[in-house]
């Protein structure tokens, strides 16, 4: 009971801590303008939020971005940059302010800026699951669309000028639109227009800070947009990534076991092999019905194998690139051509193992100044538009290992290590396993280990099949010694 109340008092304290620091910081900026573009799609939504900020006093250097809480729960990928350049700024992800019910991101600048100094900060985040079917049933022989719902206004702790919000749909096939009502304080002029496949909100006119539990209360919307989809929705439930790191082979082995899942319209009716076949012969195959994917994997790669739980599969089809050194800058990828035996329908899933064998070599080198090797695997195979809503990235270690250690591309939801005893093995081999949620295809990094692998630990395979080998050679040499016979 101390610790859960010790735990409840280090969580409000530092709530209140960061309430502060937004309370504060709410007296540095004032948004000149915000203009924010939601461009829709499946699985998978990205939100880009410019905001023209200017200096109030000469020591800003930290801006705040506010979230309402069901936009942060649903935002997977967070970066900041200012306009016009590559580099992401340094970000603090915050807690939940109890307060005002808002998530704050503290944002630093690369340089303070002086009174009434302006920059442009570009942020951009990825949202998962805020889209969903509808109809939730469809026919093979209908169309797919789907709504998106989330909030009008960008929640922002300081004064904003103007504001403008930005809907883009994937076509102008827009079936319905929220047309929110109430906001006379806020715009003259109609507030939401439609041209080609954009749907505009705003411009919004002199909102005060915005990121506060009466504001959300008092003029906060809820929008929501009902257009058609041609693509399919494709979710991966479950990702269990191994890669097993072999020196005597001099190989990195990577095998996927993956849950599929069709997230579009579930199928109403029975599945009609005919029309399947009738829709595919004359290609008009409805976006709800996913009949294969198309997968990039690395260069270099050999011995691939794909199985489902009756076996092989023997429908795709892989072409190889060859190995690209580890400091080319080339972009060459084997291309897979993955069919399943049945089209996947909406709402079905699909269960299958996906591997191959690459040169070490492709993806590991050698410290000669400190002993260590340094191996590169990737977090995910993208698929894309798709969202890896649980993932797990194991890597085995060689046996004997020692001076492990691992750097993720990004913060992972937990981190664990283990012992992993295959083939020929004593006392096994150390493994790190790290785990996500919500992966896009922004998550498309490596996760970097380094490690030693000492003499002893070489030659420790070599000597355990010599004791073995010799162990049986010593029983074979008894046994023949051995007389077991009743009389002589």
């Known amino acids: 009971m101390a610790l859960r109340s010790w735990l409840r008092l280090s969580a409000l304290a530092l709530a209140t801590i960061s309430w502060s620091l937004v309370s504060a910081a709410s007296l540095s ?16 939504v990205h939100v880009t939020t410019t905001y023209a900020i200017r200096a109030l006093d000469n020591s800003a250097k930290q801006y705040v971005v506010s979230l309402g809480e069901k936009e942060a729960e649903s935002t997977s990928w967070f970066e900041a940059k200012l306009k016009g350049q590559n580099e992401p700024l340094s970000v603090t992800t915050g807690q939940l302010d109890p307060h005002d019910g808002t ?9 303070p800026l002086g009174v009434n100094g302006t920059v442009n900060l570009v942020v951009e985040t990825v949202l998962t699951h805020t889209t969903y079917p509808w109809p939730e049933k469809a026919a093979q022989q209908d169309d797919q669309s789907l709504k998106y719902e989330g909030d009008l206004f960008v929640l ?41 496949a954009t749907i505009t909100y705003g411009p919004f006119s002199n909102i005060p800070p915005s990121a506060s539990a009466t504001f959300i209360k008092q003029h906060q919307k809820h929008i929501v947009v009902h257009y ?36 579009g319209p579930k199928l109403k009716g029975q599945f009609a092999r005919i029309d399947y076949q009738t829709q595919t012969f004359f290609n008009r195959l409805q976006p709800h019905i996913i009949p294969s994917l198309t997968l990039h994997l690395p260069s270099g790669i050999h011995s691939a194998y794909y199985y489902d739980l009756n076996g092989n599969v ?27 035996r049945y089209p996947l329908m909406g709402g079905w899933n699909y269960s299958f193992t996906l591997g191959w064998d690459s040169p070490l070599a492709d993806s590991a080198g050698y410290d000669a100044s400190t002993g260590s090797y340094i191996l590169g695997v990737p977090v995910q195979t993208v698929i894309p538009g798709a969202v890896v809503n649980e993932a797990e990235v194991k890597i085995i270690f060689p046996e004997g290992a020692t001076d492990i250690e691992v750097f993720p591309p990004f913060a992972p939801i937990t981190q664990r290590r283990s012992t992993h005893i295959t083939y020929l093995d004593t006392i096994g081999r150390p493994a790190v396993a790290l785990s996500f949620q919500n992966l896009t295809d922004k998550h498309n990094g490596l996760i970097y280990v380094t490690y030693k692998v000492p003499l002893s630990a070489h030659l420790q395979k070599p000597k355990a099949v010599s004791i073995a080998f010799g162990a049986l050679f010593l029983v074979a040499f008894l046994a023949r010694r051995v007389d077991l016979s009743l009389s002589k």
């Open 314 to 340: 023997s429908t795709s089809r892989l072409r190889v690139a060859p190995s690209v050194p580890k400091d080319a800058q080339g972009k060459q990828y084997s291309t897979l051509e993955l069919r399943p």
């Open 228 to 263: 058609y989809f041609g693509h399919p929705v494709v979710q991966i439930m479950s990702l269990n990534r191994t890669a097993e790191i072999s020196h005597w082979g001099a190989n990195l082995n990577v095998q996927n076991d993956i849950v599929l899942h069709n997230a």
């Open 156 to 196: 922002s702790p300081y004064k904003t000028v103007t504001q403008r919000i930005k809907v883009r749909a994937p076509a102008p096939r827009i079936i319905s639109y929220t047309t929110p009502e109430g906001l006379d304080m806020f715009t003259t002029d109609s507030v939401a227009t439609k041209s080609g």
């Open 103 to 111: 998530y704050s991101y503290i944002v630093d600048l690369p340089k």
């Open 29 to 44: 900026f004032e948004n000149t303008a915000i203009v924010r573009t939601v461009d829709l799609g499946g699985s998978l």
